[in-house]
């Protein structure tokens, strides 16, 4: 099915990191699109907004944030907003995504992705901030499932369904985590194609994979690679349930060289077939 945003599927793409804007600007290599960090282009005007502008010159990007705080009971941050509506508008962005947690509270950041109470009132409260966002920015937000950790013993629904339903709720789009489903089926004792199950897979817009550190009684999503087996196979199990939806590949941490990032990310090629 297509997406119902009507939003492109770009192929393949990586994340924009800063140990690869020399390789890009000067090789521009035949990558797809990138996805930027949306915070490491905020408040500044030095060297990073320079290969920014280059880079989105010459390629799609797409805008992925990490302080939204969308599931906060502070108010929302309009500030915030409005440079994020401006980066967007500079480099053409195709859309904007963040992650469905909150990230602090009384006006402090905890620069983490904490993790939300599934309960109807907590629904009610990110649906309404979602909607706002959506309004202030003109566009659907895309929104992500986060991997977790711990869970509120007062959750009254699953992850998933609180999601999906919110979706429907806020009429927003979805950046499906296939890395953060798998973490979490781990870490929380559930079946990953059960989540699937609950998605309305005409919002989701976008796909992660990446890569986690497993420690056997529990796994660390760290976005080190390479992408695991079981993780390549989620990702084909829900990209066969939409008409053809973009896959980026994170690596956050011992980031090796472009070529061998930009491989790792087009072995999704073998798993989502003609899509890709």
Request: glycine share 6%.
């Amino acid at each position: 099915m297509a997406n119902k945003f009507s939003l492109p599927n770009l192929g393949i793409g990586l994340g924009l990191r800063t140990a690869h804007y020399s390789t890009i600007t000067a090789e521009k290599p035949a990558v797809d699109w990138f996805e930027i960090i949306s915070e490491n282009y905020l408040g500044t005007q030095g060297r990073p907004l320079d290969f920014l502008d280059e880079i989105s010159a010459a390629y799609p990007v797409v805008m992925h944030g990490v302080s939204l705080s969308i599931g906060s009971t502070d108010p929302l941050d309009f500030d915030y907003l409005r440079e994020l509506r401006a980066l967007r508008d500079r480099v053409h962005a195709r859309w904007v995504s963040d992650h469905l947690c909150w990230t602090g509270v009384a006006g402090r950041n905890t620069h983490d992705l904490l993790p939300m109470p599934y309960t109807e009132e907590a629904l009610a409260h990110v649906a309404q901030r979602v909607r706002a966002v959506q309004d202030f920015l003109g566009a659907p937000l895309a929104l992500e499932n986060p991997s977790s950790y711990a869970e509120f013993t007062g959750d009254s629904m699953r992850e998933w369904e609180f999601l999906g339903r919110l979706a429907e709720d806020a009429d927003c789009a979805l950046l499906l985590d296939v890395n953060n489903v798998y973490v979490s089926s781990r870490n929380h004792g559930f079946d990953p194609i059960t989540y699937l199950n609950a998605i309305p897979f005409e919002r989701v817009v976008q796909f992660h994979v990446a890569g986690h550190t497993d420690h056997g009684t529990h796994i660390i999503d760290s976005h080190i690679g390479p992408v695991l087996d079981p993780v390549w196979q989620l990702l084909a199990e829900a990209h066969g349930r939409t008409s053809g939806v973009p896959v980026l590949l994170e690596w956050d941490a011992e980031i090796p060289s472009l070529a061998e990032t930009h491989a790792e990310a087009l072995r999704a090629r073998a798993f989502i077939g003609a899509a890709a």
